[in-house]
């Protein structure tokens, strides 16, 4: 069965400096892998995700995640937050094994803050 | 360019009471699910649907039912609502079977039980 940790429930960062949203997965298949975003009393949208075409993906807004299968992680990275980047961050696992339902099973998610 | 749609987007509700959240795309998506999210957690799996005329319970199914007689629409019900049901819903659909095809949601739906 697939799942996914985030390993932090909050981030802070001042603005400029380099940010890390960290996420372990688990899954029994080449699992499909990606980041959303939810802004406030917003609904989620797609940063980035994993293709199995490359290990370092390239999302919207500067966001990068690399994929490390010897270390089952799937961290996101930016070198420089934005204000606007505060936001709540979700790393989520598809199911593409057996069932192939395509259901995502979320993390619990990261809340970044950023101070000016 | 509407993608998915859900209404209403705010809604009180006594305890008992039941209602229907509604959800249709616009993108001929085959799978569409419902997820709850509640605060400080990620989001659950309440029921899917892998086509039209099929559904299937998700991780959190109880005290909710769903139909899918058309590919667009995938209403949720909740025939009686508790104060656990208190939570924001979201409705998404993706093409599904291929693999790192994401999915695209609506913008929630905010339901207090009082």
């Known amino acids: 069965a697939q799942s996914v940790t985030q390993l932090d429930s909050h981030v802070s960062v001042s603005e400029g400096t380099p940010v890390l949203l960290r996420c372990n997965y688990s899954?029994?298949?080449?699992?499909?892998l990606f980041w959303y975003v939810q802004h406030p009393n917003k609904g989620l949208q797609l940063l980035l995700k994993?293709?199995?075409?490359?290990?370092l993906v390239k999302g919207i807004n500067g966001f990068e995640a690399e994929f490390k299968k010897s270390e089952t992680s799937f961290h996101l990275t930016k070198p420089s937050a934005h204000m606007s980047d505060a936001a709540e961050y979700f790393c989520?696992?598809?199911?593409?094994?057996?069932?192939?339902?395509?259901?995502?099973?979320f993390g619990q998610g990261t809340t970044l803050q950023v101070k000016p | 360019n509407a993608g998915v749609t859900q209404t209403p987007k705010f809604r009180i509700l006594k305890i008992g009471q039941s209602m229907t959240l509604q959800c249709t795309q616009d993108?001929?998506?085959?799978?569409m699910y419902w997820y709850r999210q509640d605060p400080g957690m990620g989001l659950k799996l309440i029921y899917y649907?892998?086509?039209?005329?099929?559904?299937d319970k998700g991780e959190v199914p109880n005290g909710y039912n769903v139909s899918r007689s058309t590919t667009e629409d995938f209403p949720l019900r909740l025939e009686l609502a508790a104060p656990s049901q208190t939570s924001v819903y979201f409705c998404?659909?993706?093409?599904?079977?291929?693999?790192?095809?994401?999915?695209?949601f609506g913008q929630g739906t905010r339901l207090t039980v009082v």
């Open positions: 649907s892998v086509g039209a005329g099929i559904t």
């Open positions: 994993y293709t199995s075409a490359a290990t």
């Open positions: 989520v696992v598809s199911d593409h094994g057996s069932s192939n339902t395509g259901k995502l099973i």
């Open positions: 998404a659909s993706s093409y599904g079977q291929a693999m790192n095809t994401e999915a695209f």
């Open positions: 899954s029994s298949y080449s699992p499909s």
């Open positions: 993108m001929n998506h085959n799978y």
